[in-house]
């Protein structure tokens, strides 16, 4: 759990950041995740799928987490 939350506080994006803690710290719903970012369901996904690419690319270039 540590290591999670380590590799979200580097985004540099802190909606990315919020995001990913409200869907899986805080285990909201991705409508409720939406609300409180006052943005559309379809938006929550696309960027919750961009936030684990740029995890995911930091994590390919062997950048410490």
Known sequence: KGEIMTAIEKLENEE???LLVMRYFNFRTWEDVAYELSVSLATVKRRHTKAL?????????????
Not at 56 to 63: A, F, I, L, P, V
């Open 16 to 18: 990315y950041q919020s």
């Open 53 to 65: 690419e740029e995890i995911g690319e930091k994590m390919n270039r062997n950048e410490p987490l």
